[in-house]
């Protein structure tokens, strides 16, 4: 229910990756960062397609390493009944003008050694909130910051795959078919079948306590030097694609051996996290574990990093008022060509434009 998408982030200028720290280390992009959140603390920002944002928490560590907060983001524009589970009956009929904020956990980690840092977004069930802050982050620190350029990028090449499965131990495999076999809808006696199938499983699974070889094809595959169907050839189960159930650093993670491009690094913090009376993550935990995967990722570099778990500065926003009319928010405009408000423009990292280490 809980996850963290993790984001690889760089700057570049004249066609080349820049630090993200200065060379005294007081300044850099985290820092700027830090004043970019604050300074649209508690903010209510209509966006497009109907919906709202608003940052309701920025922390850092303090080295500035470590920047992690909450953003709220919500959708309105239709009508809907609020049911209570305990009564089974409506306590609220949602207005067209009302959204729904939820929170959700972000984080940037930047070693003040590294080239690049890791930007972690949280993902709640099937909602996240990477549309409604990477575009507007690139924007304006681009403006703000005029010859470079920031890269967010998904932490998802095939080097990432073969450097997960090298640390990793198996816990389970799964023989993938998209199509019923043959010879098993035969078996069933039930002709048609084929049609309604989405897909068919031969698994492997450890014993309590053990865990699976390795197969020699897995990495020739992830590496292109393989197709999938080299890997083994079962009796009677063609299969399409083998998914792996990874444990890493006592994690489970699922990789895709076919498809290594379409691998998702979100981390499942589910279990790891305790579900506080809001029903969202208790904010020590999901901060914890998210400082701490960052930490993993970023070791991938090959120097070990460690990102200090102190709190030195934390600006939380007032609560919002109870009642707001969206009129007042968003003027005579149609709240669907809104556009969002412009921060106040921070100190350039570059002095003048000139590319030198941020």
Same mark, same amino acid.
């Given at each position: ?69 909450? =953003? ?24 067209? !003008? ?60 095939? !080097? ?8 990793? #131990? ?41 865990? #699976? ?25 063609? =299969?399409? !694609? ?11 993670? @699922? ?18 996290? !305790? ?47 109870? @009642?707001?009319? #969206? ?32």
């Amino acid at each position: 229910m809980f996850s963290l998408a993790p984001y690889r982030i760089s700057v570049s200028a004249d066609g080349a990756e820049k630090p993200l720290w200065s060379a005294d280390g007081t300044h850099g992009f985290a820092p700027w960062f830090f004043t970019y959140l604050k300074d649209q603390l508690g903010a209510l920002q209509p966006r497009p397609d109907k919906r709202l944002a608003r940052v309701a928490r920025v922390c850092a560590n303090a080295d500035g390493t470590f920047v992690f907060g909450r =953003y709220q983001t919500g959708e309105y524009g239709f009508k809907s009944e609020l049911v209570d589970s305990n009564t089974n009956a409506v306590s609220h009929v949602r207005r067209v !003008t009302e959204a729904e904020m939820i929170p959700f956990f972000y984080s940037l980690a930047i070693p003040k050694q590294g080239s690049w840092g890791v930007f972690t977004l949280q993902k709640f069930k099937n909602f996240g909130i990477h549309d409604f802050i990477v575009p507007n982050l690139i924007q304006d620190f681009e403006a703000d910051n005029k010859g470079c350029r920031l890269y967010i990028q998904r932490l998802v090449p095939e !080097t990432l795959a073969s450097t997960l499965l090298d640390g990793a #131990l198996v816990k389970g495999m799964r023989f993938v078919s998209y199509k019923l076999p043959a010879g098993i809808e035969d078996a069933l006696g039930s002709d048609g079948m084929t049609a309604h199938v989405r897909e068919v499983e031969f698994v492997i699974r450890a014993a309590k306590g053990r865990y #699976l070889p390795k197969l020699d094809g897995f990495k020739d595959v992830i590496l292109g030097n393989k197709n999938i169907g080299q890997i083994a050839t079962l009796p009677n189960i063609p =299969y399409d !694609t083998i998914k792996l159930d990874l444990e890493v650093n006592g994690r489970r993670r @699922t990789m895709d051996i076919g498809k290594p491009f379409k691998l998702s690094p979100n981390l499942d913090v589910t279990d790891e996290v !305790t579900e506080g009376d809001d029903g969202h993550p208790v904010w020590e935990d999901i901060s914890t574990v998210a400082r701490d995967f960052s930490a993993d990722l970023l070791s991938a570099q090959g120097v070990t990093v460690t990102i200090s778990n102190d709190t030195a500065r934390d600006h939380i926003a007032e609560k919002m008022p109870d @009642t707001i009319e #969206l009129g007042t928010l968003l003027g005579p405009t149609d709240p669907a060509l809104a556009v969002p408000p412009k921060t106040s423009t921070h100190q350039a990292l570059l002095a003048n434009g000139a590319p030198g280490g941020i």
